[in-house]
């Protein structure tokens, strides 16, 4: 969920909270129970130019895996962006996203530091992305590179 807190022609400010739920039980990481997001958006628009920012805290549920191996009971993450939109309907954008690692004691502990590069098509009210998401530095603590597709309907 989102709420604009402030918006002009121009940016706009929004805060947003997000709830997820892990039922799995059956791999190491596991141990059910909810997790909660808190996060600021920012963004500013003119002509084609768009700049956006987060900044925000998950709260993780309490998944000790054993004495010695815990996730954080707190980790923040921020990300940075800009896009491109020209022909009206075509965009490109390039993002920056940090992510403080969860888990003590391993490789997961590293921040996550990732870079996107993608492209968005829109029609209507019907958004059409496809990404490629790179992993910076740290090889060991999330997936090297990722891509996504993805399909945004907006609702008046």
């Keep these: 969920m989102q709420y604009t807190l402030y918006q002009s022609e121009h ?14 039980s059956d ?18 628009a003119n002509g084609g ?7 925000g805290v998950v709260h993780h549920a309490d998944k000790n895996i054993d ?11 921020a990300a940075v962006g800009y896009g491109y939109r020209f022909l009206s309907n075509h965009e490109i954008l390039m993002e920056y996203h940090l992510y403080e690692g969860a888990l003590n004691q391993t490789a997961f502990s590293e921040n996550v530091n990732e870079a996107t590069l993608g492209y968005r098509y829109y029609w209507d009210h019907t958004v059409l992305e496809i990404s490629g998401t790179e992993n910076l530095f740290n090889m060991d603590n999330s997936t090297d590179i990722a891509f996504t597709l993805g399909v945004r309907h907006y609702f008046h």
Excluded: I, R
Excluded at 27 to 44: D, I, T
């Design 11 to 24: 940016q706009a400010l929004a805060v947003g909270g997000s709830l997820y739920y892990n039922g799995q």
């Design 67 to 77: 004495d010695d191996l815990y996730f954080k009971e707190f980790t923040m993450e």
């Design 49 to 55: 130019h768009s700049l956006y920012t987060t900044l």
């Design 27 to 44: 791999y190491e990481f596991s141990s059910g129970g909810f997790e909660q997001n808190l996060q600021l958006n920012w963004s500013y």
